[in-house]
């Protein structure tokens, strides 16, 4: 790798060379030379072949003086750098000094959490150049028999008991019955393995249940959610002793237990490494018997299911002061399982978040006295409470929030299609509308993308992956992209959206968007500081290494890995300068793309983004070194970009896992180009941005030569994805599959469908009574009903015709009509009166 130096090298001392000398001859010469540096050949291979090339480059009679002078000193440093015990004791030994001089100090937090998980697509994206045969072989995600039938069963069952308005206005829970149906159907046991009566789901089918229930109701995906992520189940599944996992596992998946995680607590948000509360190790009475254990005290809250939780899963740090364990004092972040009637636990009250009533409280405990053994894992797990917790995490974050957005958000594009064609103003359905149409492309857009997202990287959990940086990258943008699906669904109900009721079917899933904003790691935090932050490290192939190696204790074996990592990474940067300024050039089009068809354009400009990223991460590392965290504008500019690159292959893996569907090429190109263009803008915005202005303006000339060239999706392909989804089309299906569109009364969703099948039907119907009877004077009604009877009377339409589009009004009219209440049905409670100043005094 290291001849991409030379490469760029030549090519700086062969522009003189071309001005002084001419010939096509030096200028095959830079390309040859170019073309190494592309392919990324090693040191020794560019080394013989750039010999070969400059001999023959002599034999021709090309080179002379000064240039030729050049070319020469250049064929000897690459076979002198080829020795390694030179190079070594030139280069490596005294950069490897200085490199450790600057190098920040790694707590054991910050180890483990680079340590957790494992890296996946998102190290491909690293490289500049991503073997997408690394992708495109991952088997498609696939239900069992058992895991369909307990999606179209019980899923399906549960759907039917849910009725949103009365959950989350008239009762401010969930009905017992549907608690009980939760917890002896095995909702809460979706984790848990099947030997301690669990359902042991996979990941997909895990996210598959989720996104349905999130279809239906907030507050039910999101009670469902928490026992089957980051909490007991998962912890005593990987880390708990085999005692607690035969007391606990089956208890909690015959749903006799309820759990909950208290992680977040008010001193400490999302730096869960900075938690405050303490377990000291210590003396004391457990049932009647004096035994060495932990008094804990705390303060935790937003912890979901906590006031109907029977066991606490606990988060705190542990402190030895007296050395009863014999060990030292500070042990560290420890995780425990606290029964909720252990004397010193408060709990019980309520948190309100946002109008949705999903049990979420406080939680707080003074003095709690518990055994070692309550310990998750036994007094052994002492201290290893966080790398357990980023360990799991990885996974579960990739599941549940990405899930229940996107089943929520594939009940919005459904709703939406079916009420844009529907409803109508200025006597043309409003999905006809251009603006309504650019609308509702950016819904089916976002969407597909979501839901790509989250199957394939369920499909990747399942085999065998803990993607934690994409477990980041799909907590950010697929929440965020929720909350513009949201938004654009509820400016296109307009009046419908807004009003709550019993017949609102946006109201409360719009509410709730700002709820999966904030937790399991606020937005704001996730893109600033985790996406690229663990990504750059975590991810980069020489990074890592390098660091590694300079602090390895063994000095000599340090130096070695040093000198082979840092030699590879310099050769990686510039090769990825080559690649990106090609690539830049030529558009991609010589790039090589897995696929032939209209999608093959796509996978090159991927590949192209990946160089041209790769080589700004290492310029930006290089020039700013540790500062670069510091700057989170640029590393949340260069993790925009990492994530809209995984986020366009995952689309283009989805549309391969489905079969590749003809009808969804519109989708999948809006969904490529909206990710393109921002991954573009974003790069832009970093070297705007870039303090270094001199480094700033050799990255723009090298990534962006012909400037800006990627447009956002156009007006006509937006209204060609806008059209699958307002007609009952195949692709309609296909987008949104999955969710709870079952015809019932109650089911606003499958009532949409239905009306939106008769609209097409009827469609010809009403073209007729417009044409022959409204244009023709012949029928003057401004309402339908009016021109349904007038056309009747006119012959223009039959009885059974007039029937038909009489029941198609009413069913319209009864899904376009919004709730009203009699004034005292809005309140809670009486009001008190109010009190006068002078009362006050």
């Known amino acids: 790798m290291l001849g991409a130096i030379v490469s760029?090298?030549?090519?700086?001392?062969?522009?003189?060379?071309?001005?002084?000398?001419?010939?096509?001859?030096?200028?095959?010469?830079?390309?040859?030379?170019?073309?190494?540096?592309?392919?990324?050949?090693?040191?020794?291979?560019?080394?013989?072949?750039?010999?070969?090339?400059?001999?023959?480059?002599?034999?021709?009679?090309?080179?002379?003086?000064?240039?030729?002078?050049f070319l020469g000193v250049l064929v000897a440093a690459l076979w002198l750098l080829n020795v390694r015990p030179l190079r070594a004791g030139l280069i490596t030994r005294p950069f490897m000094r200085a490199y450790l001089r600057l190098l920040p100090a790694m707590s054991q937090t910050e180890k483990e959490a680079l340590e957790a998980g494992t890296v996946w697509w998102d190290g491909e994206l690293f490289t500049g150049a991503p073997k997408w045969e690394k992708l495109l072989a991952a088997k498609p995600p696939q239900l069992s028999a058992a895991e369909s039938a307990f999606l179209d069963g019980p899923?399906?069952?549960?759907?039917?008991?849910?009725?949103?308005?009365?959950?989350?206005?008239?009762?401010?829970?969930?009905?017992?019955?549907?608690?009980?149906?939760?917890?002896?159907?095995?909702?809460?046991?979706?984790?848990?393995?099947?030997?301690?009566?669990?359902?042991?789901?996979?990941?997909?089918?895990?996210?598959?249940?989720?996104?349905?229930i999130a279809s239906r109701s907030a507050t039910a995906s999101s009670t469902v959610a928490v026992p089957n992520s980051l909490g007991p189940a998962e912890l005593l599944n990987h880390y708990g002793t085999e005692e607690q996992k035969n007391y606990y596992l089956p208890r909690l998946a015959r749903g006799e237990e309820v759990p909950c995680f208290a992680l977040t607590g008010p001193r400490a948000g999302s730096d869960a490494s900075s938690i405050p509360d303490t377990g000291i190790v210590s003396r004391g009475l457990w049932q009647g018997r004096e035994v060495v254990g932990l008094k804990l005290n705390f303060s935790k809250r937003y912890i979901t299911l906590a006031p109907v939780a029977s066991v606490i899963g606990l988060a705190f740090r542990m402190f030895d002061p007296e050395r009863l364990l014999g060990g030292k004092t500070d042990i560290g972040i420890t995780c425990a399982l606290i029964p909720r009637n252990t004397p010193g636990v408060s709990i019980g009250r309520r948190h309100f978040p946002l109008n949705i009533p999903f049990q979420n409280g406080p939680i707080q405990g003074k003095d709690v006295f518990v055994p070692l053994d309550f310990i998750i894992g036994g007094a052994a797990m002492a201290g290893c409470g966080w790398r357990m917790l980023v360990e799991q995490l990885s996974v579960g974050r990739c599941i549940s929030l990405p899930s229940n957005t996107t089943?929520?958000?594939?009940?919005?594009?459904?709703?939406?299609?079916?009420?844009?064609?529907?409803?109508?103003q200025f006597n043309l359905p409003v999905g006809k509308f251009e603006g309504v149409e650019a609308v509702i492309a950016r819904m089916v857009g976002l969407t597909y993308t979501m839901d790509a997202a989250r199957s394939v990287t369920a499909g990747a959990i399942d085999g065998g992956e803990k993607p934690s940086v994409p477990s980041a990258m799909l907590k950010y943008h697929v929440t965020e992209m929720g909350r513009q699906v949201a938004n654009d669904a509820m400016d296109v109900h307009?009046?419908?959206?807004?009003?709550?009721?019993?017949?609102?079917?946006?109201?409360?899933?719009?509410?709730?968007?700002?709820?999966?904003?904030?937790?399991?790691?606020?937005?704001?935090?996730?893109r600033n500081l985790i996406i690229f932050g663990q990504g750059a490290v975590r991810c980069h192939p020489f990074v890592l290494r390098e660091m590694t190696a300079a602090r390895n204790p063994d000095r000599a074996a340090g130096v070695a890995a040093f000198d082979r990592a840092l030699f590879g990474h310099i050769g990686f940067t510039l090769s990825n300068a080559v690649r990106s300024f090609i690539m830049a050039l030529s558009h991609a089009r010589f790039t090589r793309a897995p696929v032939r068809g209209p999608t093959a354009r796509y996978y090159q400009h991927v590949v192209r983004f990946s160089a041209s990223f790769a080589f700004a991460v290492d310029v930006a590392m290089l020039a700013l070194g540790g500062y670069l965290k510091k700057k989170e504008g640029l590393s949340a500019r260069l993790g925009d970009v990492l994530s809209c690159m995984y986020?366009?292959?995952?689309?283009?893996?989805?549309?391969?896992?489905?079969?590749?569907?003809?009808?969804?090429?519109?989708?999948?190109?809006?969904?490529?180009?909206?990710?393109?263009?921002?991954?573009?803008?974003?790069?832009h915005g970093f070297l705007r941005n870039f303090p270094n202005r001199a480094l700033a303006a050799l990255m723009r000339a090298l990534i962006f030569p012909r400037g800006r060239v990627y447009s956002a999706p156009g007006d006509r392909l937006g209204r060609s994805v806008a059209a699958l989804v307002t007609s009952p089309t195949e692709a309609r299906e296909r987008l949104c599959q999955g969710i709870y569109w079952r015809l019932e009364p109650g089911?606003?969703?499958?009532?949409?469908?239905?009306?939106?099948?008769?609209?097409?039907?009827l469609e010809?119907?009403?073209?007729?009574?417009?044409?022959?009877?409204?244009?023709?004077?012949?029928?003057?009604a401004l309402d339908l009903p009016g021109r349904i009877q007038q056309a009747l009377a006119a012959g223009i339409v039959s009885e059974t015709e007039a029937a038909a589009l009489r029941d198609y009004d009413r069913k319209v009219m009864e899904l376009i009509n919004v709730d009203d209440f009699d004034p005292q049905a809005l309140g809670t409670q009486a009001q008190p009166a109010a009190r006068s100043s002078a009362h006050v005094a």
């Open 494 to 526: 307009a009046g419908k959206g807004i009003c709550l009721g019993p017949r609102n079917y946006l109201g409360r899933g719009y509410q709730i968007v700002p709820v999966a904003i904030t937790v399991e790691g606020a937005n704001l935090l996730t």
């Open 647 to 683: 986020l366009a292959s995952m689309v283009l893996k989805h549309h391969e896992n489905q079969g590749h569907p003809e009808e969804d090429l519109a989708i999948v190109e809006w969904a490529c180009r909206n990710l393109l263009y921002h991954a573009q803008e974003q790069l």
């Open 747 to 761: 089911n606003p969703l499958g009532l949409l469908q239905e009306a939106l099948l008769l609209a097409v039907q």
């Open 764 to 780: 010809p119907l009403e073209k007729r009574i417009r044409v022959e009877g409204v244009k023709s004077g012949r029928i003057t």
């Open 407 to 424: 089943g929520a958000a594939k009940a919005g594009v459904w709703a939406t299609g079916a009420y844009a064609r529907i409803r109508t």
């Open 8 to 69: 760029l090298i030549v090519v700086v001392a062969a522009a003189y060379a071309v001005t002084q000398i001419g010939g096509v001859i030096t200028l095959l010469f830079i390309a040859a030379v170019l073309f190494l540096a592309y392919r990324r050949l090693s040191l020794l291979a560019f080394s013989v072949t750039f010999t070969v090339l400059f001999a023959a480059y002599t034999l021709l009679g090309a080179p002379a003086g000064v240039w030729k002078g």
């Open 155 to 212: 899923c399906e069952e549960l759907c039917a008991m849910l009725d949103e308005w009365n959950i989350t206005h008239e009762r401010g829970d969930l009905p017992p019955q549907v608690w009980e149906f939760l917890k002896t159907r095995g909702f809460f046991a979706m984790i848990i393995p099947k030997k301690y009566g669990g359902l042991e789901f996979c990941a997909y089918a895990h996210s598959c249940v989720l996104a349905k």
